[in-house]
């Protein structure tokens, strides 16, 4: 199996890095965050500016987002494929800007219209024992992003396995992958839902729970995007005990094997 240093490395080559590769992921990794956070920044001053229910926004925002990840991204992939660097474009054009927006979504029960307002009229208020439970949440929901991704390698977490060697994969019941499907995405909404207790506003909830519901599809539609690329052996793997996570082998690094 890959450790996720050999699993940086050789994300940081197809993305025609060769120097000082640990600085570079730690700057890919920051350069991550401070999207998405400034994503949901930048829907939160719309929603404030123009006066638009914020719910009405991230409801908008979730139908463009599903028509990327369903329809727009698969096509794009199968032309990155006969391209040069197929996994650079993709990164650059769609993982980068796309799953940053995406994860943005799980800060918008803080970051929104309706709290920046409160903000800057003085009537945000929190309460300590909501924000110690809402902390709670978000911790716990960061230790399991975090173990998945050593389970997995943040190259898989980055879609490398979906354009360097798809055809040589393995599956992995692997770590937190042994009891959930699509562990990242549903602690993001976990952790959606720790900022909702945290902030306790109306607002907060509703798209707290809008996230929960918006789980449901993503996990569906991820499910088939993958069965889409991986093909038989990923829907009989889904049929199994274990999570949905695809790691792909490379003669040049460790074997990888189903753990």
């Known amino acids: ?11 940081l080559e197809q993305l025609g890095i060769t120097r000082h590769r640990l600085l570079a992921g730690v700057g890919i990794i920051a350069i991550f965050e401070v999207t998405i956070i400034g994503f949901a920044v930048l829907q939160a001053w719309i929603e404030y500016r123009l006066a638009w229910p914020p719910v009405a926004v991230y409801t908008v925002f979730w139908v463009i987002w599903t028509f990327w990840h369903s329809w727009l991204f698969p096509r794009n992939r ?21 799953v ?7 800060w918008r029960p803080m970051i ?36 998945a991704i050593r389970a997995i390698g943040i190259h898989n977490a980055a879609f490398m396995g979906e354009f360097v060697d798809s ?10 992958y042994k009891f ?17 207790i945290a902030v306790s506003t109306l607002t907060a909830y509703e798209i707290a729970g809008s996230n929960v519901l ?46």
Not at 119 to 146: D, E, K, Q
Not at 167 to 176: C, P
Request: net charge positive.
């Open 1 to 11: 199996m890959h450790t996720n240093r050999q699993g940086l490395s050789a994300m």
């Open 78 to 98: 199968l032309r990155y494929l006969v391209s040069e660097h197929p996994y650079r474009r993709a990164f650059v054009f769609d993982i980068y800007p796309w």
């Open 100 to 106: 940053s927006a995406g994860f943005s979504q799980m």
């Open 112 to 147: 929104n219209g309706d709290t920046l307002g409160r903000l800057l009229h003085g009537n945000f208020t929190l309460r300590p024992a909501s924000v110690i439970a809402g902390m709670a949440i978000c911790t716990v929901s960061l230790l399991i992003i975090i173990q």
């Open 167 to 176: 055809e040589s994969f393995v599956l992995l019941r692997n770590g937190i």
């Open 180 to 196: 959930v499907t699509h562990p990242l995405f549903w602690s993001g909404i976990a952790y959606s839902i720790g900022l909702a």
């Open 214 to 259: 918006y789980g449901v599809v993503y996990h569906c539609l991820e499910d088939r995007r993958l069965e889409q690329i991986f093909g038989a052996n990923y829907k009989a793997y889904r049929r199994g005990f274990g999570g949905s996570v695809l790691h792909a082998t490379d003669d040049k690094m460790p074997g990888s094997r189903l753990v």
